[in-house]
């Protein structure tokens, strides 16, 4: 079926015409932080940060999803997505964007970011580049610092191709021995683990990278030979994880996983533009990758360690205007200054909406886990781990408790990926320090962001929860748009702690009072709470949908989204990362809308709502609207339902909606635009929560 004929009466719902591709979808979302980088509007350090997460958030997109798809090619598997490509058909059309991607990261960089820094005194340049006096200093930091730990290894008779992390950059080399004309490869791994990657001279603000000083000096890696060629490449290995779902020691599987992961299958290799074709074909053949694997790259490589020149002292005007989190006003001291708040005491009076990073995260969740802690009457703390941070005073809050005699559980989950081996040393130190730790099922991940403390009241027991939409993550907390709510529902309270115990214990998953908990109740919560809004407007009630999330992706939901469209429902989508969804599609999907945010802040918050003629169901939770979310994640979403906190997650979303000004809007062709302000000043949705949080907490410390 073509496009045109999507608009027949009763079209296909699952005809791939209606369904973006879910890779390239999320290379439209890579493209827009690489807009935020070209954006002159952007403070210049700023932009410099956007090229370091653009890079960075590529290097994983190919160690988990492109490799997953050269693991079905591999397998012979041609499994076509709902959008009908086949898997080696999305590796094609994944090279080709991001081949054009990387080129305009490139000319960023090059022709725009280098030489306004270099104006404003912050120079990133090449040995040669530098002062002859700069030049004798390089030298001298080479051979005191560089050269002893620097390992040429050449291949040759009894010396096999050496074996290339994941992610090393390394300097490849041809050397010619002058005696017998006997030419060898050589690699040099460039100690970027243990060196910084740009070396700081003269006042500090001038950077040379690592490579280029090697380089410049690799006579005395190889004395006595001739170099006759070298360039730069690097490597990008299958990085994701696969634990069987038999593993009865579920630490040691994904410990020896880890172990694996270093030797993955080579999926991409950067190399510099200008490398010789024999030495391209020697490391392609060398490695056991593909040809149409390697990628060219014009200039510098490894842009993620761009994030070493942001540490570049000084340069406010470079830099957005500081950001400071706010308490949030109902856990404002009791008109002390500096006083620590009774967060459970607030919460008593009412539930509580915290919104990160407006609203400070270590005096709302580490202040509530703290006051646990410390209250003699808490019985038990209950808590999920996805992420977290080595300086997390969470994790050692937990480890605490269990040594004042409360029932402490932390359920870690160690597959989280790229944070598995700091997972697995949390989970050592909270069983050394006897907190009951659980792992969950190898099956499933467990991304539900909660905790759970009982207190003792009266003649019973009385929960308090937090859940939130984010990971229990100090940094990311300022980093990050996420929800929380702080609740003594007890109907909420009891769902949370049956959870706990069908995660910790053996029972078959029900029904809850209030949350609705994946893998098996969320999709079909979702879908029940779409036909009610269907049937609200056919009925002739007042319908609206309005979603905010990561990630849509899966079929069956986006067909109930197509299907209210169809019914007249009007939906109004705010979706950071990817949607496989196609909006304007007459006769399906002419009622929605699709908009992306991408700002200082990463949009990280889930936010559901639904509007009736008699009601309005707003929810919030940890879970996008994708398979692996629905179907293989323990995920957590529950009602808000307090009127006022309801009110606040509708205005958020509306700001979101109104957004001009770090907004792209999605057309019916796949095409995301940027959105242009309609005022001199335009709209900033996350601009105008931090002045809105900022007089809120204001007027809740002058008012006592």
Not at 35 to 47: K, Q
Not at 76 to 90: F, L
Request: aromatic residues 6%; charged residues 30%.
């Amino acid at each position: 079926m073509t496009d045109a004929t999507l608009t027949a009466a009763e079209p296909d719902l699952a005809d791939p015409a209606l369904y973006f591709n879910r890779e390239l979808s999320w290379l439209d979302f890579n493209a827009r932080v690489l807009e935020l980088a070209e954006d002159e509007t952007v403070p210049l350090l700023e932009r410099l940060k956007f090229c370091a997460i653009y890079a960075s958030n590529l290097d994983e997109f190919f160690m988990v999803r492109v490799a997953g798809l050269h693991d079905q090619v591999d397998a012979g598997v041609d499994k076509r997505g709902q959008d009908g490509r086949s898997p080696s058909e999305a590796l094609d059309a994944i090279r080709a964007r991001t081949q054009e991607l990387s080129q305009k990261l490139i000319r960023c960089l090059e022709d725009e970011l280098r030489p306004q820094l270099a104006e404003h005194g912050i120079r990133i340049v090449g040995v040669d580049d530098v002062s002859e006096e700069e030049r004798r200093v390089l030298a001298d930091r080479f051979r005191r610092q560089i050269f002893p730990v620097l390992t040429p290894l050449a291949v040759g008779l009894g010396r096999p191709f050496p074996y290339i992390s994941n992610l090393s950059l390394s300097l490849g080399i041809i050397v010619r021995d002058p005696t017998n004309g006997f030419e060898t490869f050589a690699r040099v791994k460039v100690p970027k683990e243990i060196l910084p990657r740009f070396i700081a001279i003269g006042d500090g603000r001038t950077f040379v990278p690592l490579e280029d000083v090697i380089a410049k000096h690799l006579d005395q890696l190889f004395p006595g030979m001739e170099i006759v060629d070298y360039d730069m490449f690097r490597v990008t290995r299958d990085a994701d994880l696969t634990v069987s779902d038999e593993a009865d020691d579920l630490l040691q599987a994904v410990d020896d996983e880890l172990r694996r992961r270093r030797f993955g299958e080579v999926v991409r290799v950067e190399a510099g533009s200008r490398m010789t074709a024999r030495m391209r074909e020697g490391l392609v053949d060398a490695l056991g990758a593909e040809p149409e694997d390697v990628f060219e790259v014009q200039g510098l490589l490894d842009l993620q360690d761009l994030w070493d020149i942001l540490k570049v002292p000084g340069h406010p005007e470079l830099r957005d205007p500081p950001w400071a989190p706010v308490t949030q006003p109902r856990l404002q001291g009791a008109g002390e200054k500096d006083a620590a708040s009774d967060v459970m005491g607030a919460m008593r009076r009412g539930d509580i909406l915290l919104h990160h990073p407006y609203d400070s995260f270590g005096s709302s969740v580490e202040r509530l886990v703290e006051q646990a802690v410390a209250d003699p009457k808490v019985l038990a703390i209950k808590q999920t781990v996805y992420r977290t941070s080595d300086d997390s005073p969470l994790v050692p809050a937990l480890i605490r408790a269990a040594e004042r005699g409360k029932q402490a559980v932390c359920l870690v989950e160690l597959k989280a990926r790229f944070d598995e081996r700091a997972n697995i040393g949390w989970a050592r130190a909270l069983e050394e320090g006897g907190v009951h730790v659980v792992y969950g099922h190898p099956s499933l991940k467990t991304h539900a962001k909660c905790v759970l403390i009982v207190r003792r009241e009266g003649d019973g027991v009385r929960h308090y929860v937090h859940i939130g939409t984010g990971n229990y993550h100090p940094k990311t907390a300022r980093l990050y748009t996420d929800f929380g709510l702080l609740t003594c529902d007890e109907q909420i309270g009891a769902d949370v702690a049956d959870m706990f115990n069908f995660l910790t214990g053996f029972a078959r998953p029900r029904r809850y009072r209030k949350v609705l908990v994946a893998p098996n109740h969320l999709r079909d919560g979702l879908l029940e709470e779409i036909e009610r809004t269907i049937a609200s407007h056919e009925s002739g009630g007042t319908a609206r949908i309005q979603l905010k999330m990561n990630s849509l992706v899966d079929g069956k939901l986006i067909r109930a989204l197509y299907r209210a469209s169809a019914a007249g429902v009007p939906v109004e989508l705010n979706i950071r990362g990817i949607c496989c969804l196609r909006p304007g599609v007459p006769g399906v999907s002419e009622n929605i809308r699709v908009v992306s945010i991408v700002g200082r802040f990463l949009e990280h918050s889930r936010i559901f709502a639904f509007e009736r003629e008699d009601e309005c169901r707003v929810m919030i939770g940890s879970a996008d609207w994708m398979p692996r979310n629905l179907d293989t994640r323990v995920e957590l979403v529950t009602p808000v339902e307090d009127d006022v906190l309801r009110a606040d997650l509708l205005d958020t979303l509306e700001r979101c909606f109104a957004d001009d000004t770090n907004s792209w809007e999605l057309g019916e062709d796949g095409e995301w635009t940027r959105r242009i302000p309609a005022g001199p000043e335009g709209r900033s949705v996350q601009h105008e929560l931090m002045v809105a949080h900022a007089a809120q907490a204001a007027e809740a410390v002058q008012t006592g």
